[in-house]
């Protein structure tokens, strides 16, 4: 069958116009290049059920170049082109076009800023005294307290007003004074390891002028107790190494059993 439709599309690229092919009543009517058995029907004055019927066709398109096909008596009359006419050509599908969804855009999340910081003119910046590496040291401890702790910061700025170096290179004090209607309270610190670590220790100071202010001392004991229990809090809420957190809870424990018997 490859052949014969090899041989109809030659002859189809090489001659357009073919004469009809004549009907005869003992050969039938052959199939030409472009044929199709609705249009052997038409140009015969038969129906396609009928030529069907007389070759025993059972699909209406299924012929092929060269069959011969009995055709019917006729019972219109039948039309003469004097030409085949071309196999129309379809046009190729228009290719549907999906527009594109627009993509999902998820916003991305701003990183949360620090809170501003206080100016360098702040009491609590201002109130920093002695060398110049002191001073840098006690401003970025306090800077750090500023944006990572604001519980600690304001108890800072609300009871200390000053901070100046310690003459004991690993002790830090914190001074409480009231002379009449005036109180102050001035720690002496030390800078200690890294500045997270320095600021527990000057929030532990922070706690006793805090005490200062409220007028509620305890024992010397009792007191130390309070403000090593806060530092405690301050170095677990921040992360530090449980080592350190161990050495606060024995300081603890000591002062404790002081305070138990008085001290």
Same mark, same amino acid.
């Given at each position: 069958?490859?052949?014969?439709?090899?041989?109809?599309?030659?002859?189809?690229?090489?001659?357009?116009?073919?004469?009809?092919?004549?009907?005869?009543?003992?050969?039938?009517?052959?199939?030409q290049p472009g044929d199709s058995l609705s249009r052997i029907a038409y140009r015969n004055g038969v129906t396609v059920s009928e030529i069907m019927e007389a070759n025993s066709l059972a699909n209406p398109n299924?012929?092929?170049?060269?069959?011969?096909?009995?055709?019917?008596?006729?019972?219109?009359?039948?039309?003469?082109?004097?030409? *085949?006419?071309?196999?129309? =050509?379809? !046009?190729?599908?228009? +290719?549907?076009?999906? $527009? %594109?969804?627009? #993509? *999902?855009?998820?916003?991305? =999340?701003? !990183?949360?800023?620090? +809170?501003?910081?206080? $100016? %360098?003119?702040? #009491? *609590?910046?201002?109130?920093?005294?002695?060398?110049?590496?002191?001073?840098?040291?006690?401003?970025?401890?306090?800077?750090?307290?500023?944006?990572?702790?604001?519980?600690?910061?304001?108890?800072?700025?609300?009871?200390?007003?000053?901070?100046?170096?310690?003459?004991?290179?690993?002790?830090?004090?914190?001074?409480?004074?009231?002379?009449?209607?005036?109180?102050?309270?001035?720690?002496?610190?030390?800078?200690?390891?890294?500045?997270?670590?320095?600021?527990?220790?000057?929030?532990?100071?922070?706690?006793?002028?805090?005490?200062?202010?409220?007028?509620?001392?305890?024992?010397?004991?009792?007191?130390?107790?309070?403000?090593?229990?806060?530092?405690?809090?301050?170095?677990?809420?921040?992360?530090?190494?449980?080592?350190?957190?161990?050495?606060?809870?024995?300081?603890?424990?000591?002062?404790?059993?002081?305070?138990?018997?008085?001290?």
């Amino acid at each position: 069958m490859a052949k014969f439709w090899l041989k109809a599309t030659v002859a189809l690229l090489a001659v357009l116009v073919f004469p009809l092919a004549t009907l005869d009543a003992q050969m039938g009517y052959t199939v030409q290049p472009g044929d199709s058995l609705s249009r052997i029907a038409y140009r015969n004055g038969v129906t396609v059920s009928e030529i069907m019927e007389a070759n025993s066709l059972a699909n209406p398109n299924v012929i092929f170049v060269g069959q011969v096909l009995l055709i019917p008596e006729a019972t219109v009359t039948p039309v003469d082109t004097g030409v *085949i006419e071309p196999v129309p =050509v379809l !046009p190729d599908p228009v +290719p549907v076009v999906v $527009p %594109a969804a627009d #993509p *999902i855009v998820i916003p991305s =999340v701003a !990183p949360t800023a620090p +809170p501003p910081l206080l $100016p %360098a003119s702040a #009491p *609590i910046y201002s109130s920093i005294s002695g060398t110049a590496d002191f001073v840098a040291q006690m401003t970025r401890v306090i800077q750090w307290i500023e944006r990572n702790d604001p519980g600690a910061f304001a108890l800072l700025i609300a009871y200390t007003d000053g901070i100046i170096a310690s003459n004991q290179p690993s002790q830090a004090f914190a001074s409480y004074t009231l002379s009449g209607d005036d109180e102050s309270c001035i720690i002496e610190m030390f800078y200690i390891v890294d500045d997270v670590l320095t600021a527990s220790v000057l929030h532990h100071e922070v706690i006793h002028c805090m005490r200062g202010y409220q007028r509620s001392w305890g024992t010397a004991a009792e007191e130390e107790v309070i403000a090593y229990t806060e530092q405690k809090f301050f170095l677990q809420r921040h992360g530090v190494d449980p080592a350190y957190v161990d050495q606060i809870e024995q300081s603890i424990g000591r002062h404790a059993e002081l305070a138990a018997h008085g001290g």
